[in-house]
């Protein structure tokens, strides 16, 4: 079952309702058969997507955001500003936050829910001042002693020519740097998309996690089908070959734990969606805690040492 017979299934249960209540004939016998359809249909529809429609999930406009996570898991957020030397870039933000009797420290990649928003959000894709902004909140961390929590949903970083004149990539190394550094628990997030280094710079944590149908991976499928095929349309063959799906990552290592989503996706219940978030930050934020600031610092190291294969010839 695709994503397409799910949203067909979806559009007739609308029309029905629609000529229910033009028309006043009562059809709530067979509104409720085509809901318990359609609530079976999600449910098989979780296990048989296939990677490119994992990732077209991920990208569904109405699946929720960081801000809508925050505003359902934590409390008392104070969002801090700027990066102390040239702006405050809007699609990276954070500040401190209470997480279960705790304060941590967040990081969130915002995208933006309506078309005034993405552009002032610029659809999720920080500039250097975003991660020079990371860095600083993360020296704030470590100074006050707040465990950092991470929410990762980017296409990438931005390309443009004054990210580049700025110093894009020395920022995200940067960032990856003083996070790889940390001595304070550190948890990472894919809530949506985890674009090349773009999600990267805030996901060298202790444990990264993944929602269940997000997506993590060094590029793009279109991305990758431009330069492997000179042709973007090959995108569905590309995320078969990156292997960038939520199982694909747990099997080979890269995430600790996948976030179970709703039937359909996190779009269809947010308040579930933000419940299973809340589970699985209290358990592993938990376990880390019992760590050690060098602890933190040897695990997080051998961590990334254990990812990827090589061989020397």
Not at 38 to 45: A, G, K, S, V
Not at 245 to 254: E, K
Request: with cysteine.
């Amino acid at each position: 079952m695709t994503l397409q017979a799910v949203s067909d299934l979806e559009r007739h249960l609308e029309n029905l309702e629609r000529t229910s209540r033009e028309s006043g004939l009562d059809v709530s016998q067979e509104v409720a058969s085509l809901r318990r359809r359609l609530e079976t249909l999600r449910r098989q529809q979780d296990d048989e997507l296939s990677r490119w429609e994992r990732v077209q999930l991920a990208r569904n406009p109405e699946r929720p955001t960081a801000l809508d996570y925050v505003e359902r898991i934590f409390e008392d957020f104070v969002e801090l500003h700027g990066d102390r030397a040239f702006g405050d870039d809007q699609a990276l933000i954070g500040g401190p936050a209470r997480f279960g009797g705790r304060s941590v420290m967040l990081l969130l990649q915002q995208r933006g829910r309506d078309t005034k928003a993405k552009i002032r959000r610029n659809f999720g894709m920080a500039h250097p001042e975003g991660y020079r902004k990371a860095i600083r909140l993360m020296d704030l961390a470590d100074k006050f002693g707040l465990p950092v929590v991470a929410l990762i949903d980017t296409m990438g970083a931005y390309p443009g020519l004054a990210a580049e004149e700025r110093g894009q990539a020395w920022a995200i190394a940067e960032s990856i740097r003083r996070m790889l550094n940390l001595r304070v628990p550190a948890l990472s997030v894919v809530i949506g998309e985890g674009g090349s280094g773009g999600a990267l710079a805030i996901g060298a944590a202790n444990r990264v996690l993944i929602l269940q149908n997000a997506w993590y991976s060094v590029i793009s499928p279109e991305s990758c089908a431009a330069i492997l095929w000179r042709d973007a349309k090959e995108a569905p063959k590309a995320a078969e070959a990156l292997q960038l799906t939520a199982p694909d990552l747990l099997r080979l290592g890269i995430v600790e734990d996948i976030v179970p989503e709703p039937a359909g996706g996190a779009h269809r219940d947010p308040q579930l969606a933000a419940e299973n978030l809340r589970a699985s930050l209290e358990e592993h934020l938990g376990e880390l805690e019992a760590l050690d600031g060098e602890a933190l610092l040897r695990q997080r190291a051998e961590r990334f040492r254990r990812l990827g294969v090589f061989e020397e010839r």
